[in-house]
């Protein structure tokens, strides 16, 4: 029953910046962890940046110091500010969410995906 839904993707010139957001829906008790992961053409998917309930947070070195990971609990949102972006950031964008549904168990979850391109 649950869903991540993912928007904001799309295309950026290098050194712009994108917004990427995901709500989690469905049967939740309640949410642990919340991230990003990316996979670029022929490359294996990788974490980008990742949350937790408590707001830690934990960053690709590829990424720091230019992408922000938030989440807003009321809203099962999670977010993903990318600043100053790359040509080497070009990727499928995947939401993940580490919670737990109507039965207590917990399971990790994934969204559609979606497609960020940093071209000129």
């Known amino acids: 029953q649950v869903q991540l839904v993912e928007s904001g993707g799309g295309l950026v010139q290098p050194g712009g910046s994108l917004r990427l957001s995901c709500a989690a829906s469905?049967?939740?008790?309640?949410?642990?962890?919340m991230g990003w992961y990316r996979q670029a053409p022929g490359k294996e998917r990788e974490l980008v940046a990742a949350?937790?309930?408590?707001?830690?947070?934990n960053y690709a070195d590829s990424v720091k110091g230019r992408f922000t990971i938030s989440r807003d609990n009321a809203k099962k949102m999670v977010y993903l500010e990318m600043n100053s972006l790359k040509s080497e950031d070009t990727a499928v964008y995947y939401c993940?969410?580490?919670?737990?549904?109507?039965?207590?168990?917990?399971?990790?979850?994934w969204g559609q995906g979606t497609q960020v391109t940093v071209s000129s």
């Open positions: 949350i937790t309930s408590g707001g830690s947070t």
């Open positions: 993940n969410a580490d919670l737990r549904g109507g039965d207590f168990k917990l399971r990790g979850y």
């Open positions: 469905g049967s939740i008790f309640s949410i642990n962890a």
